[in-house]
């Protein structure tokens, strides 16, 4: 496509790059911001430039925020022996959502996948191991999505924990969701229910066989 | 939804203020940027902020331009006294696509829309008709999309432009284009045709009855 303009093809190839946004919407973007006020162009530009300079992940559970430590690793009400184990921010402000967790988050950033070249030092699973050994955890839950990789990642998981001292115990949440579904699209009385109703590995893998 | 960080909510927020971008939208595209160098957030932001200061809109034809005339009505090689009246600088892409036009272009800026309040005092209305008495217009080719607000403003333009002293020859493109669809999504040869096609207004009122 040619356009009739640098600063139009300049700011459609960036607005382009972002997933799932193609040449014709980036133009249609652009020409709406074109005919609102310029603030909200400065607004906006100002927004993205603050959230990726200042925007933190919590030194303990790797989840977004905007403190060194999270307002849920922070908060003493919250049982701090009991960690949900999920893949990003999303899956844990779904969770947050249902109101009925009481544990705290470890976020893994994703999911061990071979075939995205994702392995398991680009993830905080060393940390969360570090984690269960310093920080005296009861149990772990594993809280990723119902897929390949998230079963795969699930597995090595489980075995990295039962080859520490202390092993804590290990549940999944229950499998309400279908398998193939991901986490973060789930309604919250089924998360929630599956939270609620989490059972042992051990149990898991039998009946995965 | 409750976001764990503020300056994800304020970039989500700003972020979902786009036509057709929904929280849930929003919260993908900030994540995405999250994992993505900061130079590329810096380079949007940037690009942003630069297009919505330092564009220009072609002070004859109104087009979207980085310049006070654009490229199209500096041009000595097309033929300015025929002047194709389009909504936005889409259509003008679009017609551009086809290779097949060498005239210049008058951009409304949309069409007369009582039910979105668009009134022809909107649109660049009264600059077509001093650049028609002025500039020794030949003819006038209303290529507006086939909606009904279309119409309504292909059948005002005809009305003033025939009040007009000397009124040009005004024809429409030929309606290759299925009823009730959008300018900018035809294909290039039913476009191209529709502009060789192109039949005098008063043949095309008499077609529509």
Redesign the interface.
């Known amino acids: 496509?040619?356009?009739?303009?640098?600063?139009?093809e300049?700011?459609i190839?960036?607005?382009a790059?972002?997933?799932?946004i193609g040449k014709r919407?980036a133009?249609?973007?652009?020409?709406?911001?074109?005919n609102q006020p310029?603030e909200?162009?400065?607004?906006?530009?100002?927004?993205?430039?603050?959230?990726?300079?200042?925007?933190k992940k919590c030194k303990i559970c790797h989840?977004?925020?905007?403190k060194e430590v999270?307002?849920?690793c922070n908060d003493p009400a919250r049982d701090h022996s009991l960690v949900c184990v999920v893949e990003?921010?999303?899956d844990?402000?779904a969770i947050?959502?249902t109101g009925e967790y009481k544990g705290v988050y470890h976020v893994l950033g994703g999911v061990i996948s071979p075939i995205e070249g994702v392995s398991p030092s680009d993830l905080t699973i060393s940390s969360l191991l570090n984690r269960i050994e310093e920080k005296n955890i009861r149990e772990i839950i594993l809280a990723l999505s119902a897929t390949i990789d998230g079963d795969t990642t699930n597995f090595y998981l489980y075995k990295k924990m039962q080859q520490l001292v202390q092993p804590p115990a290990i549940s999944t949440i229950a499998r309400g969701i279908a398998v193939g579904e991901e986490l973060e699209y789930t309604d919250e009385i089924t998360l929630a229910r599956s939270i609620h109703n989490r059972i042992p590995f051990d149990k898991a893998i039998k009946q995965n066989k």
């Open positions: 496509m040619e356009y009739p303009s640098k600063l139009l300049e700011v190839d960036q607005i790059q972002l997933p799932g919407t133009l249609r973007l652009a020409l709406y911001l074109l310029e909200q162009s400065e607004t906006l530009a100002g927004a993205l430039l603050k959230f990726r300079k200042e925007i989840t977004i925020s905007d999270c307002d849920i990003d921010v999303r844990v402000m947050e959502n």
